[in-house]
């Protein structure tokens, strides 16, 4: 989210308000702003010439604005080359011209990428653009408002004498914020009705209820608005209902199931008598922490390491296979480290061989990534787990990083999976437990992965599946995040929205994983990452 936006109003007339709004109403990233959102985002919108001929969108180019046509008509090409060698090339029209009260440019609202197309006017255009930061920031801004507001609701929800945000923690609340759902309700629409049995709660977030009773007749017993809630026993127990509850105007609540709550943060009735619950290390990662691998005690120096070849080539620098040639022991306080000091002594080999990341300063500040890299070593710091890519240490000198790193001679399982084409149901549950029981660790740290794809999955000596590359990965202590981030294939429709999101986009992901090994190909495949995101 562009936290430090500033909301700017672009005078226009109502008939133009009324043209960018229908144009882009109806488009993917826009379906989930309320109106208020997309007012703000066409008071947002400029306006921009362009003369018969003009290039508005040069094939190639990186973008960052989303077009609406007031006026003109413009034509759509692609260069495509004739000869394999690309020697010679020709533009030819795709698709319909764009006319007025169409769009285009969407995916630059997402995030900078080469356009796909040349867009050039046809005739004398008057166009209306909005950019990635602007779209971002009002977007951003308004999902932040509306769970912070969906926040304070749920902290003065009263059960008994006792409030929530007495009895539960901030992270519990936004644990309950994120869990809870919308749903709308016509004028007359009876929610819940006396007698029923119901496990639904409801907070309101815009419009009116009537509580009425058998026993007053027709005459409310009171009127519940925008704030206020209805059905909370329902969290302690399947409740009978003790009146009914009708909305007199339209009426948008969100609502919470017991089953979910439970789920979640335990039994209410326990919380609300102080019974804290305690989580237990072998729910909450899969594994005893006896089986989970032993801290290092071996450190490095750059003068220790001899490269032995290179394993991979990233964007910022390489990976390289690398053998210590001298072992340095310290913390020794084991039977195994005693024995090594004698090995040591004796003058017999001690060598081990690792992966070593190395990471350009140069390329990393350029790119304004450093904190991006200091939060991808604190968190690969933090997790110890057989099937997570172990971290040793950090170097570094004058020009490089260097991350140590346990090393996988495997082989990426994207590389069998293309051999096999697709894997059958016991491989598919085989690796997939694997992973489930490595977001299990993570999550239960509140770090969110976000790049989950055949890709980050290397297999150790033994084939068993390891995740790598914490680039994308992030800490979320409370609330949500909002960065843009991930494959294509693999995003959760909250990130595609820009919605704000935790770990949990991590089990969209993990469900997108396991239909491509079983099926060979992602579920929403298209060329278009547009299309990707509309399926």
């Not at 995030?111 to 977007?139: M, N, Q, V």
């Not at 519940?224 to 409740?239: I, M, N, V």
């Not at 790193?405 to 082989?411: I, N, P, R, S």
Request: glycine share 8%.
């Amino acid at each position: 989210m562009e936290k430090d936006y500033v909301k700017k109003v672009i005078p226009k007339s109502d008939e133009i308000k009324k043209i960018i709004y229908n144009a882009i109403k109806s488009n993917t990233l826009f379906r989930a702003c309320s109106e208020d959102e997309l007012d703000d985002i066409v008071d947002a919108f400029e306006s921009e010439n362009f003369a018969n001929g003009a290039i508005v969108i040069q094939q190639g180019d990186e973008g960052d604005h989303f077009y609406v046509v007031e006026s003109g008509i413009l034509d759509v090409t692609v260069k495509m080359n004739n000869n394999v060698d690309g020697s010679k090339s020709e533009e030819v029209h795709v698709g319909v011209p764009y006319l007025p009260g169409t769009a285009f440019g969407e995916l630059a609202l997402m995030y900078g990428s080469p356009r796909a197309a040349t867009i050039r006017a046809k005739e004398d255009c008057k166009l209306w653009k909005i950019d990635r930061k602007a779209f971002r920031g009002i977007t951003g801004q308004h999902k932040l408002k509306q769970t912070e507001r969906h926040f304070d609701f749920l902290r003065n929800v009263k059960i008994g004498d006792k409030v929530l945000g007495d009895v539960l923690s901030d992270s519990d609340i936004h644990a309950m914020a994120l869990a809870s759902q919308k749903d709308t309700f016509k004028r007359g629409h009876v929610i819940v009705r006396e007698g029923e049995r119901g496990d639904i709660f409801y907070l309101i977030e815009s419009g009116s209820v009537d509580v009425l009773k058998k026993e007053t007749g027709d005459k409310p017993v009171k009127t519940l608005t925008t704030g206020q809630f209805f059905g909370e026993r329902a969290l302690l127990s399947e409740d009978v209902r003790q009146a009914t509850c009708v909305a007199t105007s339209e009426v948008q609540c969100l609502y919470l199931m017991r089953e979910d709550f439970n789920i979640m943060l335990g039994d209410l009735q326990d919380l609300l008598d102080g019974n804290t619950r305690q989580d237990d290390d072998e729910s909450l990662t899969g594994l005893k922490n006896t089986e989970k691998q032993p801290e290092v005690v071996d450190k490095y120096e750059l003068s220790d390491l001899k490269v032995l070849g290179v394993l991979g080539v990233g964007a910022f620098g390489k990976v390289k296979l690398v053998k210590a040639e001298k072992k340095l022991i310290s913390d020794v306080n084991s039977k195994d480290a005693d024995e090594k000091k004698e090995e040591n002594s004796s003058g017999k080999s001690m060598s081990k061989t690792y992966a070593l990341k190395v990471l350009s300063k140069s390329s990393i500040v350029d790119s304004g990534l450093q904190d991006h890299v200091l939060t991808e070593k604190a968190i690969m710091e933090e997790v110890r787990h057989p099937f997570i890519l172990q971290f040793y240490q950090a170097i570094q000198d004058d020009k490089y990083i260097y991350f140590l790193m346990e090393v996988l001679l495997g082989g990426e399982l994207f590389k069998y999976l293309r051999a096999e084409t697709q894997f059958s149901e016991s491989w598919t549950r085989f690796y997939g437990a694997s992973v489930l029981l490595a977001f299990s660790e993570l999550h239960s740290k509140k770090i969110a992965y976000r790049d989950l794809k055949p890709e980050n999955l290397v297999l150790d000596s033994k084939g068993y599946v390891k995740l790598v590359d914490f680039g994308l990965a992030k800490k979320v202590d409370t609330g949500k995040t909002w960065t843009l981030c991930g494959t294509p294939d693999y995003l959760a429709p909250e990130i595609i929205l820009n919605e704000g999101h935790d770990w949990a986009v991590d089990y969209w992901s993990f469900g997108v994983l396991l239909y491509e090994l079983a099926a060979g190909v992602p579920p929403f495949y298209a060329e278009d990452p547009m299309e990707i995101y509309e399926r």
